[in-house]
């Protein structure tokens, strides 16, 4: 996957544009428009188009099972599965998982996962403890978690002879990962940190500095941005502002 690809996608859930640009309109629209927005980021590499469809979404409230979370329908994954196979895109499942463990909503998972076009993406700040509830504090996860995830993904690649499979962990700010010294790369995994946060542009900057400054080895680099807030605090980066990042992104998500 890398170096050869520079990954660009949109996020979102079909019906909820507050969730992302990929809820928004028609879902073929806008995968030929990721399309264009990936070619402006190749800078020497080849552009591959991601679909982040959040696959699981974290509730305000517990939910028949008290998970505080809800899985997307299968007949849903499958029609954007088809669609970022027609159009040669990646498409990366999201999983906010409440107060369920990760690592069972990646098994969950695992019958998209046995496809060599589907990856993950975690967005921790959504991983609720004990007596926690989604939107009312962050979330977290630690090193020890995603390893053990990128060590199951691990398996599963090796097991069905994948091509290497990505796995995001967006983080906002210091305190969603935990002990992120004790991150460890797996073979057949690209561990992608994918940089949150909302803001004006040095706003982001300032997030991003702080965020890769101890980047683990063997571990890569991506950045979000959001149309809309991003703007309210001033306006939306250029691709050639983000690529201008040290280092240079390799996974950006527009939600």
């Known amino acids: 996957m890398f ?7 949109f996020c979102g859930l079909p019906g909820a544009a507050a969730l992302g640009r990929l809820g ?6 806008r995968a030929a428009e990721i399309e264009k927005v990936a070619h402006t980021y190749a800078a020497g590499r080849e552009p591959l188009p991601v679909l982040e469809l959040l696959a699981v979404v974290a509730n305000a409230t517990a939910g028949p099972d008290g998970r505080y979370r809800s899985r997307t329908p299968a007949a849903t994954i499958r029609r954007f599965h088809q669609l970022a196979r ?24 695992r019958g998209w996962l046995v496809h060599p076009d589907v990856g993950i993406a975690l967005d921790p700040e ?8 989604p939107g009312r504090t962050f979330g977290h996860t630690s090193g020890q978690e995603l390893t053990a995830v990128a060590r199951w993904l691990s398996r599963l690649v090796e097991r069905h002879d994948l091509p290497t499979k990505p796995l ?24 992608i940190k994918s940089v949150d946060g909302i803001g004006s542009p040095g706003l982001k900057r300032a997030t991003w500095r702080r965020l890769v400054s101890r980047l683990p ?5 991506g950045f979000k941005l959001f149309y809309e807030e991003d703007a309210e605090g001033g306006r939306l980066m250029t691709p050639k ?10 996974y950006v998500m527009y939600e």
């Open 24 to 29: 928004i309109g028609d879902p073929r629209a």
């Open 3 to 9: 170096p050869r690809h520079r990954l660009i996608g």
């Open 168 to 191: 995001v962990f967006h983080q906002v700010a210091p305190s969603v990962l935990r002990d992120e010294a004790a991150l460890r790369p797996q073979p057949g995994v690209a561990l």
């Open 241 to 250: 502002e983000v690529l201008a990042l040290t280092p240079r992104p390799e």
């Open 126 to 133: 959504w991983e609720m403890g004990p007596g926690e509830i």
């Open 86 to 109: 027609s159009r040669r895109a990646l498409l990366l499942l999201n999983i906010q998982p409440g107060r369920a463990a990760s690592l069972d909503e990646v098994k969950a998972l």
């Open 217 to 221: 080895d063997g571990v890569h680099s």
